[in-house]
């Protein structure tokens, strides 16, 4: 069993920054991938940023792309989600997950469908 614990979110002011962080504990194998997804108030869960593990590869979805950066720490089994440039649709629920198995395909690493193990989500919501 994995747990993840996020921490980081808030209230913060339009072209502010914050980082969210994920501490992974429970399981000693290495996650396939781990990532951050966000879910707005009447909207579908959306994927932000993800790493497959095994190469070190960020992938980001399109929204986000160039203001925010995904970041791990392994020493301390932590991910990070730095935020900058921060807008009022960036306000959500922000989510870490990871799932375990073979190194995905490019293709199922925004997938949430295939991720196993979720935090219980922290608020994140950006307003003047």
């Known amino acids: 069993q994995v747990q993840l614990t996020e921490s980081g979110g808030g209230l913060v002011q339009p072209g502010g920054s914050l980082r969210l962080s994920c501490a992974a504990s429970g399981r000693t194998s290495k996650p396939a991938a781990m990532g951050w997804f966000r879910r707005a108030p009447g909207k579908e869960r959306e994927f932000v940023a993800a790493?497959?593990?095994?190469?070190?590869?960020?992938y980001y979805g399109d929204s986000v792309k160039g203001r925010f950066t995904i970041s791990r720490d392994n020493a301390k089994n932590t991910l990070y989600l730095q935020m900058t440039s921060l807008q009022p649709e960036d306000t959500a629920v922000y989510y870490c997950?990871?799932?375990?198995?073979?190194?995905?395909?490019?293709?199922?690493?925004?997938?949430?469908?295939?991720?196993?193990?979720w935090g219980q989500g922290t608020q994140v919501t950006v307003s003047s």
């Open positions: 790493f497959r593990w095994s190469t070190n590869t960020p």
């Open positions: 997950a990871s799932k375990y198995g073979s190194s995905p395909i490019t293709s199922s690493v925004p997938l949430a469908g295939t991720y196993d193990y």
